[in-house]
């Protein structure tokens, strides 16, 4: 046979209420320091990510444009110079 203890009863429900006051503290400081921080980095003027992955898209297309480039120039200093090295003057590029 069990009794029940008023006093036992009271303490248990006591510790129940504040678990869940608690627990309603708690979801509360999350989501204040959730704000706290979405704030102090949109002050930050930081990128997102796919900013950033297309920035870089944008530097690494540039960078091989800059090659390709840098080729074609190569190639036509050594046409130039290979005409001067046979006595004939290069002919200017048409537009």
């Known amino acids: 046979m069990q009794t029940r203890n008023k006093l036992l ?19 509360e400081a999350e ?10 980095l949109a002050d930050q003027n930081l990128v997102t990510r796919e900013e950033f992955d297309a920035a870089r898209a944008m530097a690494q297309k540039a960078r091989e444009e800059n090659a390709t480039l840098r080729a074609e120039m190569a190639a036509l ?7 001067e090295a046979a006595g004939r003057k290069p002919r200017k590029a048409e537009d």
């Open 9 to 27: 009863d009271d303490f248990s429900q006591l510790m129940t209420n504040a678990m869940g006051v608690a627990q309603g503290a708690r979801t």
């Open 31 to 40: 989501t204040a320091m959730r704000g706290m921080l979405d704030r102090f």
């Open 77 to 83: 200093t050594a046409r130039v110079s290979a005409l």
